[in-house]
């Protein structure tokens, strides 16, 4: 029962995390809030932030119980994983995404500004985003799945996949809203989650 618990406030994060975020809500939050919808990311950020570790530590006491343990070799093999793994969700991070606008920095920067720009001229391709189109929830997987040791573990690391790959499915068609047909060309070039993987062409 305690499992299924686990797994409902996880679900019920993800669902409310993913809401926040939605092209309906957002909005919303556009209509109402206008020019101050500068400072939304940020306040995502840092609400997400805020609920995300009380239900980390509350998993954490429902289940202490360690099942899995890694023994030589694959605990060579699972270090190599979650090195490789980080190594990608920081480069992508940090030079292939802008870091600044994830957190709402930039967008509070650009408070009371007008930009305007071609949307094919803002498409990266380049480094990791010439591999695959979302390196970091890539690279998050694999790091979830290398760090199970519980079965609360193996219950998060379930939900938390599901959440990533439907979200990456949602995420993909708002930015071929945002983008358009330049976005579509990379679709059809680029894997979306598993890298080197031959992609259908219309």
């Not at 926040?20 to 940020?42: D, Q």
């Not at 890539?138 to 790091?143: H, T």
């Not at 609360?152 to 996949?161: A, E």
Request: one cysteine or more.
């Amino acid at each position: 029962m305690k499992y299924l618990l686990i797994a409902i406030i996880w679900a019920g994060y993800c669902i409310l995390h993913s809401y926040l975020i939605s092209i309906g809500f957002t909005n919303l939050m556009v209509r109402w809030l206008k020019k101050y919808y500068a400072f939304y990311r940020m306040f995502y950020v840092l609400l997400s932030l805020v609920l995300l570790i009380p239900l980390i530590n509350y998993t954490a006491q429902l289940d202490t119980e360690i099942i899995i343990t890694y023994e030589l070799p694959l605990n060579i093999v699972r270090y190599v994983l979650i090195c490789g793994s980080l190594a990608i969700f920081f480069w992508a991070f940090f030079f292939n995404y802008n870091s600044l606008s994830f957190f709402g920095i930039y967008q509070i920067l650009r408070f009371g500004k007008t930009k305007t720009s071609n949307p094919s001229e803002e498409i990266k391709r380049n480094g990791l985003l010439g591999i695959i189109r979302h390196p970091m929830y890539f690279a998050l997987i694999i790091y979830l799945w290398c760090q199970t040791y519980k079965v609360s573990d193996m219950v998060v690391n379930t939900v938390l996949t599901i959440y990533i790959i439907l979200g990456t499915f949602l995420e993909e068609k708002k930015l071929v809203l945002e983008f358009g047909d330049p976005y579509i060309k990379y679709q059809h070039e680029v894997p979306m989650l598993i890298p080197f993987t031959r992609t259908k062409r219309k």
